[in-house]
């Protein structure tokens, strides 16, 4: 029986949308470091990326609040630990099992969490 207190133990959420494997890859992230979901502030539900959202779900995404910080938000694939949001912007790595994670994620922090900044960075060229 799983022990709330052991999140080894703990069952891992479900995460929606083409998950293409146990990591949390999807169909349009598929790198080693691609492993990490994002619960989604509209559905209280995990999705590997922005795009997995908006072509699976029902309904257009939404950011979760500046004052949200302190709510697990992100999923760690390698070891399924959740992070709070603080947590996971502040790391490069999981801090429970260490896998390293995408820092090209922080490109698309603005699409899942407030940042406070009124211009979202502009995404690289092809």
Not at 3 to 18: F, S
Not at 109 to 118: A, N, Q, S, V
């Amino acid at each position: 029986m799983p022990d709330a207190d052991h999140p080894e133990t703990r069952a891992a959420p479900r995460v929606l949308g083409p998950v293409v494997d146990d990591l949390t890859r999807c169909v349009h992230y598929q790198t080693a470091v691609d492993i990490v979901a994002i619960k989604f502030a509209c559905c209280n539900e995990y999705y590997p990326c922005h795009l997995c959202h908006a072509e699976t779900a029902d309904h257009a995404a939404q950011q979760w609040r500046l004052g949200d910080r302190d709510h697990e938000a992100v999923l760690c694939g390698a070891c399924k630990t959740q992070l709070t949001i603080a947590s996971y912007l502040a790391a490069s790595e999981c801090p429970n099992c260490g896998s390293p994670f995408n820092e090209r994620c922080r490109l698309h922090t603005h699409l899942y969490f407030e940042t406070g900044d009124p211009t979202p960075p502009s995404a690289p060229a092809a």
